[in-house]
């Protein structure tokens, strides 16, 4: 039986997201680290569905429309050249993720995140005429739910929430924000009551910290929503990477972002902790972002599946807590096969002579600043030497 996205979660069931479709398909060879644009969706479309299938397997209950930054403005940025226009992007995207999706019991959510317009100042009407651009697509798609996902920015999440709404379709809003708030200093709980008031039926966050972080931002935008007397479900869909030691701007202010980070991926077993503590913190839409593969997204459904009523197809392939290692040749690997091995285990990096922290760099950049003023002409020599300068310089 197919349900919409508010009556499975009317009705207290779980929701599994997917994963980082950017960041897995960049590792694949199908994605450019920099732009960050989808244009995969239309160039290699193979790629695009392989992964989809992938997550469905492990038992996502949504695919994405792997339209992330696929927004005209974001897609011309800086001089990506991409060959492709927003709307075939937006188009080809859909088309992938209704087919899977049709594979399996799940849904298609079309998302729509922030904008090179809006880091410009551009006005309101401007940055709205952006997003309603990608969600026609959407509509002619007829997709099952909107998403307005990372945001920096409460005010822009805000506009994308106001555009989304108008299609009378369930919209969700995740900000790529921490406890510490948006890039201007707004709470999560004034975050999530101005979402929820904007209307959004699912507030949370995504990207940009660990899940413990996460879990930690959605309980307060949870408490705030609660204590003004409204009513929202709550997502997460962090990223697979600890971040112990980020400031507000998140795992972009790394210096390891974002070709360094792999010391930092999540086991399966950290995954299954995120995902129990998710739901005892009243998340009910669990899912991941960047980092996050599919055997990640098989670890939450695997830690949820009493609660789910079952397991997913990937998990014929894995044992529940290591316990097909029984079958291994040797015999100190089969004493492996046992949940509080693995419970315990404190992974090792490998890498003696590096830090287990790293100091973010901080240049409190945001909305506003002449650096962040962006442009359609490439880059120029002269405009990066400053930048390696100042870098150079900490």
Known sequence: VHFGILERLNAGEIVIGDGGFVFALEKRGYVKAGPWTPEA????????????????????????????YASDDKLEN????VHFTGQQVNEAACDLARQVANEGDALVAGGVSQTPSYLSCKSEPEVKAIFKKQ??????????????????HVEEAEWAVQVLKATGKPVAATMCIGPMGDMHGVSPGECAVRLVKAGADIVGVNCHFDPMTCIRTVAIMKAAVEKAGLKAHYMAQPLAYHTPDCGCQGFIDLPEFPFALEPRVLTRWDMQQYAREAYEAGIRYIGGC???????????AEELASERG????????????????????????????????WEKIKPASGRPLCPSMSTPDGWGVTKGHPELMQQKEATSQEQLRPLFAKADAK
């Not at 969706?41 to 792997?66: C, D, I, K, W, Y």
């Not at 800086?78 to 050249?81: A, L």
């Open 310 to 341: 079952s397991l997913p197809e990937a998990s014929q392939k894995h044992g529940m807590w290591g316990n097909a290692l029984e079958m291994h040749t040797k015999p100190w690997v089969r004493a492996r096969a046992r949940r509080d091995y």
């Open 41 to 68: 969706a239309a160039e290699h479309p193979e790629a695009v569905r392989q992964l989809h299938r992938e997550f469905l397997r492990a038992g996502s209950n949504v695919m994405q429309t792997f339209t992330f």
């Open 290 to 300: 960047c980092g996050f593969e599919p055997y990640h997204i098989r670890a939450v």
């Open 78 to 81: 800086r001089g990506n050249d």
């Open 135 to 152: 969600l026609d697509v959407f509509l002619k798609k007829n997709v099952d739910f909107l998403i307005a996902e990372y945001f920096e």
